[in-house]
C-alpha cells in the first residue's frame, strides 16, 4: 500500500489581483482528478472520529468512499440524507475546528479536505440535474409545522421535517429566503445562486416560504398555534447589531456590518445602479473587529473601490477569531491589519461626514472570561487616523422582535431565547427555537445543527400529542 500523502490538495483560487476587481468566488473548487486524490488520503476508519465534529451527523467516511469508487450520485445520496445544503457548508463550514479536526490523518500531516469533497459533489449534483438524488419524503402525516426565519437554522429544521412527512410553511422577513446566507456573507465566498439553487431543493421536498412575512407584526407565534399549526420552530437569527457607545458613531460613514453587509449582499449595491441600493465608500475604509464579518467587509471595500482597507482590533494576531483562510485571503487581496488597537472617538466634518477617527494603543493582561488575554489600554498612546468609512463588526445579538411578541416565551438576560440545549424545546408548549437566536452568533453549521435536533424533537412532539 502506498503511503498516504500529508498534504491537503491545493484549492485552485482567483489570483489576488484579479479578485479585488470583481466579486465573483475566490475558491474555484476541486476538479475530478483533484476530488479524487483527496478523497484516496481518507483512510475510512472503522472509528471515524470526524463524524464526532460534524453539528449534522453527515457520515463522512461513506460518502468519502462513494467519492473513490466515482460513485458521485451515491455521494451526494449519503450526504443529503443529513444535510440540507451541503453546497453552502462546503464552502462556508470551519472545518479546521470541527470534522477535520477529529480527523486521524490529521495528526501527522494535513486532515482530509472533508468540505473541499463535501463542496465537490455538491457542485457535481448542480452540473448533472438528470443524474441528482432527490431526497425520500416520507407519507403524509397531516400535521402543520411553522418555520419563523428563512436561515440556516429554519431551512434545516424544514427540510428534516418535510423529509418526516410533515407539511411545512417557513415565514421569512425579508424578500427573499436565505437569511444570513444571503444577507451576511459576500458573493464571493458564497454565490447567492448556489444558495438559491439549495433552497430550490429544499422547497423541491414540498416546503412553502412565505417572504415579505414579519413574525411579530403581520402575525405571531401564537396566532400559528391557534389556527392550525402543531408546532411552531424559531429560528430568527441574531440580527441586532452590536456598537461601541463612543462619540461620532451616528456619523455619515459609520456602518454597522450588518447595514454595510446587506447593502452590499443582499440589495446588490456592487452592481450600483443597475441595482439601486447605493453603498458610499471613499478612499480609506477601516474595519473595528477581527472575525470572519469583519473579513468579509473589509474585502468587500475593496472591491467597492477603496484604496487602503484596514482590520482595527483590540488584541494581537494569536487572538484574532476569523478562520485561518479568511485572513489568509484577506492579507492576499491587500488588507491591513492594525493590532492592539481600537478607537476611541469617530470625528466629522461640517457637514456631518467620518473623516477620522482616535485610535489608542493596547497591551495584553491575563486571559478574561472568554479564554482570551484581556485588551489593556496604553495611557497617552493616544493617535489620530484618518478614515473616511467605519464598518463595526463587534457581534450581534438575538433579533428582538419574536421574543418581544411571544407572552410566556422565557430569554436569557441578552434576550436569547431559553432552550433545552439537545431539543429546542422552549418555556411554551409546542414552541421550538434554535440557532443564533438561542445561542447568539455562532456558525453556519452550528445553526444547522441546532435546526435538526428541534426537528427531531418537535417529530416527536408532533407524534405524541394525536
Known amino acids: 500500500m502506498s503511503r498516504k500523502v500529508k498534504t491537503k490538495h491545493e484549492m485552485p483560487v482567483q489570483d489576488s489581483k484579479e479578485r479585488i476587481t470583481n466579486f465573483d468566488e475566490v475558491a474555484l473548487g476541486y476538479n475530478e482528478e483533484k476530488a479524487l486524490a483527496e478523497a484516496n488520503r481518507c483512510l475510512e476508519c472503522k472509528v471515524p ?3 464526532k465534529g460534524c453539528p449534522v451527523e453527515i457520515n463522512i467516511p461513506k460518502f468519502i468512499g462513494a467519492i473513490k469508487q466515482k460513485d458521485y450520485k451515491e455521494a451526494i445520496r449519503e450526504i443529503k440524507t443529513k444535510n440540507s445544503l ?22 501527522k500531516g ?6 473541499r469533497l463535501e463542496r465537490f459533489v455538491a457542485d457535481w449534483e448542480f452540473a448533472n440535474e438528470n443524474s441528482s ?9 397531516g400535521k402543520k409545522v411553522a418555520i419563523v426565519g428563512s436561515g440556516p437554522a429554519g431551512l434545516t429544521a424544514a427540510g428534516d421535517l418535510a423529509k418526516m412527512g410533515h407539511s411545512v410553511t417557513i415565514f421569512e422577513a425579508l424578500h427573499v429566503p436565505g437569511g444570513v446566507l444571503m444577507y451576511g456573507i459576500p458573493e464571493f465566498r458564497l454565490p447567492k445562486d448556489i444558495v438559491q439553487k439549495e433552497i430550490d431543493k429544499i422547497k423541491e421536498l414540498g416546503v412553502d416560504i412565505k417572504v415579505n412575512y414579519v413574525v411579530g407584526k403581520a402575525g405571531s407565534v401564537k396566532d400559528f398555534l391557534e389556527n392550525g399549526y402543531d408546532a411552531v420552530f424559531v429560528g430568527t437569527g441574531a440580527g441586532l447589531p452590536y456598537f461601541m457607545n463612543i462619540p461620532g458613531e451616528n456619523l455619515n460613514g459609520v456602518y454597522s456590518a450588518n447595514e454595510f453587509l446587506t447593502r452590499t449582499n443582499l440589495m446588490k449595491a456592487y452592481q450600483f445602479p443597475d441595482y439601486l441600493t447605493p453603498v458610499k465608500v471613499g478612499k480609506r475604509f477601516a474595519v473595528i473587529g477581527a472575525g470572519n464579518v469583519a473579513m468579509d467587509a473589509a474585502r468587500c471595500a475593496l472591491r467597492l473601490g477603496a484604496e487602503e482597507s484596514y482590520i482595527v482590533y483590540r488584541r494581537s494576531e494569536e487572538e484574532i477569531p476569523a478562520r485561518a483562510e479568511e485572513i489568509e485571503h484577506a492579507r492576499e487581496e491587500g488588507v491591513k491589519f492594525l493590532l492592539l488597537t481600537s478607537p476611541v472617538e469617530f470625528h466629522g466634518d461640517e457637514n456631518y461626514n467620518l473623516n477620522s477617527m482616535t485610535c489608542i494603543e493596547y497591551e495584553l493582561g491575563e486571559p478574561d472570561d472568554s479564554g482570551r488575554r484581556r485588551p489593556i489600554p496604553i495611557e497617552g498612546s493616544e493617535y489620530k487616523m484618518d478614515v473616511e468609512n467605519v464598518v463595526l463588526a463587534l457581534g450581534q445579538g438575538p433579533n428582538p422582535l419574536v421574543p418581544s411578541t411571544t407572552p410566556g416565551l422565557d430569554l436569557t438576560k441578552k434576550g436569547n431565547i431559553l432552550t433545552n440545549d439537545e431539543t429546542g424545546v422552549t418555556s411554551i408548549q409546542g414552541v421550538f427555537a434554535g440557532g443564533d437566536i438561542v445561542t447568539g452568533a455562532a456558525t453556519v453549521i452550528e445553526a444547522m445543527g441546532a435546526g435538526k435536533k428541534a426537528a427531531r424533537a418537535i417529530d416527536e412532539y408532533i407524534k405524541s400529542t394525536n
Open 133 to 141: 438524488s432527490s431526497m425520500e419524503v416520507g407519507e403524509p402525516t
Open 110 to 115: 494535513d486532515p482530509v479536505g472533508i468540505g
Open 86 to 107: 451541503p453546497a453552502v457548508c462546503g464552502r462556508v463550514c470551519p472545518q479546521e475546528a470541527q470534522c477535520e479536526k477529529y480527523c486521524v490523518i490529521g495528526k
Open 49 to 51: 472520529n470526524c463524524m
